[in-house]
């Protein structure tokens, strides 16, 4: 079982930057892919960026490719989601998924474990 719980959401305006963070507990985290969903409101639960267990490969959504960074540290069982050049549109929950294989995935029914969510709200 892994749990993982994410921080740094908030209130930015738009055009600044926020950083999330993910941090994880329970089984080894260097053997777990991850990912970064977001939910706007009214709208499915969307892929935005997913990470293989070394931090090598990655993988974007074409709506945040070049904005978004997402990163690791496998030592401190930590992901990371730079978000720069945020647009309101990017206003959603942001979620935490963990993939029970190395591989990067970017459909959510390859995640096995989710966190909670946090909040970002882009302002015009």
């Known amino acids: 079982q892994v749990q993982l719980v994410e921080s740094g959401g908030g209130l930015v305006q738009g055009g600044g930057s926020l950083r999330l963070s993910c941090a994880a507990s329970?089984?080894?985290?260097?053997?777990?892919?991850m990912g970064w969903f977001r939910q706007a409101p009214g709208k499915e639960r969307e892929f935005v960026a997913a990470?293989?267990?070394?931090?090598?490969?990655?993988a974007y959504a074409d709506s945040v490719k070049g904005r978004f960074t997402i990163s690791r540290d496998n030592a401190k069982n930590t992901v990371y989601l730079q978000m720069n050049s945020l647009k309101p549109e990017d206003t959603a929950v942001y979620y935490c998924?963990?993939?029970?294989?190395?591989?990067?995935?970017?459909?959510?029914?390859?995640?096995?474990?989710w966190g909670q969510g946090t909040q970002v709200t882009v302002s015009s």
């Open positions: 990470i293989s267990w070394s931090g090598g490969p990655t």
């Open positions: 329970g089984r080894t985290f260097s053997n777990y892919a």
């Open positions: 998924a963990a993939k029970n294989t190395i591989g990067i995935a970017t459909t959510l029914n390859m995640y096995d474990y």
